[in-house]
C-alpha cells in the first residue's frame, strides 16, 4: 500500500516550458487536491477533485490546469511555466470531499528558471 | 474569507522543556480544525482533528485544545525527534476545502 505517489520528485524548467505532475493513490479514495507551499509559509490549494469525472479551482489556479485521469490519477500541468511557480508541489487525496484526514505525496520540487 | 494564524513562526526548546503552539482562526462556521505535522521534505502528515470548543485530543506528547477562536498544540517534555513543522487547518461547514497556516517550525534541542 504505498499511499499517494508523486513523480517526479524534482524538476527542473526553464521559463515558457511545460509539464506535467504526475499523481496517483491506492486508497480508493474519491476527492484529491493539489497544494503548492512555498518557503515558509502554508499550503495553498490549486485545484481539487471533489470525485472522478469534475475538477474545481482553489484558492490559486491562474496558470495550472489539472485532469482527473480515472479514480486514482490526478495530473497538475504547467502550459507555460513561469519563474513564480517554483514551489514544492504536493498532491493529497481523502475519502471524501471534506473529510478529516487528507493524506499527503512527499512532493514535487519544482525550480523555473 | 477563512484565515488561520500560526504563532510563533519558530520556536527552539531544549529537551524536556514543555511549550505550546498557538493557532489563530476565523472561519464562517468551522466544521474542523486539523493539525499536521511536516518532517523537512515531506508531505505534511495528520495528527488531530477538532470539532467545538472545549474539546482537546492527545497523542503521546501532543495535545490539541479547541477554543471559538484559537487552537493550542502542547508539546510536554519534547524529545529531538518532536523537531518538525506543525501546520494548523481550518475547514468551514459545506466547504469541503482546508485553509492552512504558514506554520510553527519546532527544533528540540537535546
Known amino acids: 500500500n504505498a499511499g499517494v505517489t508523486q513523480t517526479p520528485k524534482f524538476q527542473v524548467l526553464k521559463t515558457g516550458q511545460s509539464m506535467t505532475l504526475q499523481c496517483a493513490q491506492d486508497?480508493?479514495?474519491?476527492?484529491m487536491y493539489w497544494y503548492r507551499q512555498d518557503p515558509g509559509m502554508g499550503l495553498r490549494l490549486i485545484y481539487y477533485?471533489?470525485?472522478?469525472?469534475?475538477?474545481d479551482k482553489g484558492e490559486v489556479p491562474n496558470g495550472y490546469n489539472v485532469s482527473r485521469l480515472n479514480k486514482r490519477e490526478f495530473s497538475l500541468r504547467l502550459e507555460s511555466a513561469a519563474p513564480s511557480q517554483t514551489s514544492v508541489y504536493f498532491c493529497?487525496?481523502?475519502?471524501?470531499?471534506?473529510?478529516?484526514?487528507?493524506?499527503f505525496g512527499p512532493g514535487t520540487r519544482l525550480t523555473v528558471l | 474569507e477563512d484565515q488561520v494564524t500560526q504563532s510563533p513562526e519558530a520556536l527552539r526548546l531544549q529537551e524536556g522543556e514543555s511549550s505550546s503552539l498557538n493557532c489563530s482562526y476565523t472561519?464562517?462556521?468551522?466544521?474542523?480544525l486539523f493539525w499536521y505535522r511536516q518532517d523537512p521534505g515531506k508531505g505534511p502528515e495528520f495528527l488531530f482533528t477538532?470539532?467545538?470548543a472545549g474539546e482537546e485530543k492527545e497523542k503521546e506528547r501532543l495535545k490539541a485544545t479547541l477554543t471559538k477562536k484559537e487552537s493550542f498544540l502542547h508539546i510536554t517534555a519534547p524529545k529531538p525527534e518532536d523537531s518538525a513543522t506543525y501546520l494548523c487547518?481550518?475547514?468551514?461547514?459545506?466547504?469541503?476545502?482546508?485553509?492552512f497556516g504558514d506554520g510553527t517550525t519546532l527544533t528540540v534541542k537535546p
Open positions: 487547518a481550518v475547514q468551514a461547514r459545506n466547504a469541503g476545502k482546508s485553509t
Open positions: 486508497m480508493n479514495h474519491n476527492s
Open positions: 493529497a487525496s481523502s475519502e471524501m470531499l471534506g473529510s478529516d484526514t487528507q493524506y
Open positions: 477533485s471533489a470525485s472522478e469525472g469534475t475538477t
Open positions: 472561519v464562517s462556521g468551522l466544521r474542523g
Open positions: 477538532l470539532y467545538s
